[in-house]
């Protein structure tokens, strides 16, 4: 039984979080003694990023070069996974957690009657039964999830498996699949998306502002640390409410969840709804004014101050230490 | 126009977490329950689309009688009637099937909902509810109109949005800032206790997934503090003891 996993990319550069999909699919087949590792890239892809997904683990990449699927329709996508999964003999897919990702692992759950577990955090268990540990309530809690279906998907969340970059090159195989017109019921007039700038569901480093950044004009403090950093920027809510930043820097239990190695906290109080999005980074650094500010108890590091004073002085050190 | 808001009751998003009996059993001790704020953000648009469209708006639940006041709330906020489905919902796929069923009965041309549940997060629902209907599924939309039988949305996508078009029948899980969160009024409150609330008991089963036991993370230790004055030091921590530089 093979393992097929799901490859999601953005104007043909695969995202990082499904290259560490496929190395979750890697570990997956190796503690179960699955078979092959076989991955499905939708849409135009050149073949440099296709090799990627052989050092994350794959042997073999089934590559649907259509370009009606190069962006994310739902049911168009779901329907050429279903297709490849049945194809290739498949018992589990992985995918990446991320809003198309669950879209598409939703309408796949009742296409092949499989068991979707979301949110996954570790490698199942198999010493009695499928066990699966997955992060519920935002962070705040993980639930071992018994899996009773024989086709399994698994989205797994950021960090749930190190990135391996070490594989050998995949046969890329090209397909040509018809998918039914009523899959493209959806039609896409147009996008609207920065370019260049680091993808927060992705980033290993985020630096945040909230409300104590008094006002959009200061935000190139929080855009100069990040870029020192390598980092993407966020935001808490009322900050992308008023509008000083765009709503998909909106960190927090109502927005994006991030899973960085380093969240950077500048003038965010850390009301529980924040620290919902955030729970999953490994370090968190808080910068506020105010000793009582809830998110120092949720930090590993912190500087009681202002701001304005520290943000430069930060991106300097930031800099020096290169 | 018929519309659907599917509803979760969910822990208040201030909730401290904890588990009783063995760690198998979620503690509702000290807990308030609400609309799941993603639903929340559904049922607002939802309410907006049938005071412009004179349609007709009903909220669904699957859940056991505990629920009543969450979908009370939503008959307060604006919908005209209210069906639970009186079972406990097992996993997403129960759910969706439950869903699925309703709608194949009553036949709705929008079916909305949150983009997840606040509890397990899943963001799934909506997808099987369209593959069990046949009909397109779209998440997370962040802006919803209807225009005829055209809906013209905008969804989030990592690093900004995508504005899309697909005609109703549609299911959308929806986000901000699709509406702005309605309070009910003391109106609202009153007319909620008369309006229809129709208990129906669960017409498919079967769940492919059973949660056996939870765990919190573990607690986190204490802050380490940099002087203000010292700034560098923090990134030499960074550095060379979190080694995340
Ligand atoms: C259902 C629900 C869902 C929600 N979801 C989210 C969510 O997803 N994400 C989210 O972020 N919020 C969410 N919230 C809102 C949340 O409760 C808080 O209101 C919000 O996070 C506060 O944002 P803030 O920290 O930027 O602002 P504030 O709470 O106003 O805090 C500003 C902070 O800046 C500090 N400060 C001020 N000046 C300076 C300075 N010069 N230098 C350094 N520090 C300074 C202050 O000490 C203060 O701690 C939600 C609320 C509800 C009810």
Redesign the interface.
Known sequence: MSVLVYIEHAEGSVKKTSLEAVSYGKALSDKLSFGEVVAVALGSISADELGKVGSAGASKVIHVNDNKLNEGIIQAHADAVAQVYNQVGAGTLVLAKSSLGDAVAARLAVKLNAALVSNVVELPDNTSGYKVKRSIYTGKAFAETVVTADHKILAVKKNAVDLKTDGTAAQVEEVTLSIADANFATKITSTDKATGEVLLPEADIVVSGGRGMKGPENWGMIEDLAKELGAATGCSKPVSDIGWRPHHEHVGQTGVKVAPTLYVAVGISGAIQHLAGVNSSKYIVVINKDPEAPFFKAADYGIVGDAFEILPKLTEAVKAQK | MKILVCITHV?D??SK?H?TDNNTKFDKNGVQFIIG??DDYALARAVELKDQLGASLTVLNVGEAETEPTLRKALAIGADDAIRVNAFPKD??FV?NQIAAIAKENGYDLIMMG??S???????????V???LGM?????V?KLEVDGDIVKMA?????????????LPLIA?C???IAEWKIPNMRGIMSARTKPLQVVEASVDG???????????PA??S??????DN??E??????NE?K??
């Open positions: 822990p998003t201030t977490i588990f704020p993603y997403s796929l969706a983009r997840e606040i509890d397990f997060n899943g963001g799934m629902v909506h997808g099987m369209g593959e069990l397109p599924s779209v998440s997370p962040m969804r989030e996508i990592e690093g900004g949005k995508e504005y899309l078009e697909a005609k899980g986000q901000e800032p769940v492919n997934t059973e949660v056996i036991a939870y765990q919190l993370p986190k230790g802050v380490k503090l940099v002087d203000k700034v560098p923090l990134v030499r921590l960074l550095k979190a995340v530089l």
